[in-house]
């Protein structure tokens, strides 16, 4: 149960935006909801999501997925750790490697520059948010200044819808049950 409770009546802005969310998800999404408490909160959490989630990368789909998977893992937070796997089934990921991605560093089946990928990912998630210089030395061997640039995007918009999920105690709204990988 979240902490604070929706909202009587949503800004009409939160209210359209919550009605296509539970059209895309078939439920509705409860931080949207609760950003009602404030008109103008839902706005940067679209654009933050329309970009974070719909733009054309150069990252790989897989990689940008196993990143934000171990964030939302490292941080707890349910609500983005279903999300993730639902977003993934939809584009046909690898959902084996998304289960075990906290186990990158010994699991055998990530590439080296997942493993490259998500150790930066690791580092940047941490309370200084810094990524010591051996770290980085290996993801530029994998990636380009632009690959690196939108994975620490990934990671850091992960991290700031962690923030808001985690301490209201929005939990799984079972988006992975709504849709399962045909």
Known sequence: MPRISPPARLPRFAALLNFA??????????????LGHHPAYPVPYLFIAGIYGNA?????????????????????CAFCIDL??????E???????????LEFRTRPGFTPAERAALEYAWQATHVTARVDD???????SFYSDREILELTVAVATE??????????AIE????????PRP
């Not at 969310?21 to 609760?34: D, E, H, I, N, Q």
């Not at 991290?159 to 209201?168: D, K, M, Q, V, Y």
């Not at 799984?172 to 849709?179: H, P």
Request: aromatic share 8%.
């Open 56 to 76: 054309r990368t150069e990252l790989a789909a897989q990689t940008k997925a196993l990143a934000t998977q171990l964030v939302a893992q490292l941080n707890g």
């Open 159 to 168: 991290n700031f819808f962690n923030r808001l999920t985690g301490p209201l």
């Open 172 to 179: 799984s709204q079972g988006f992975c049950a709504v849709a």
């Open 134 to 140: 051996a770290t980085f030395a290996e993801l530029r």
């Open 91 to 101: 584009r046909q990921l690898d959902l084996e490697k998304l289960g075990r991605v």
């Open 21 to 34: 969310l539970s059209r895309r998800f078939g439920k509705p999404f409860p931080t949207v909801a609760l």
């Open 84 to 89: 993730g796997k639902r977003v993934a089934q």
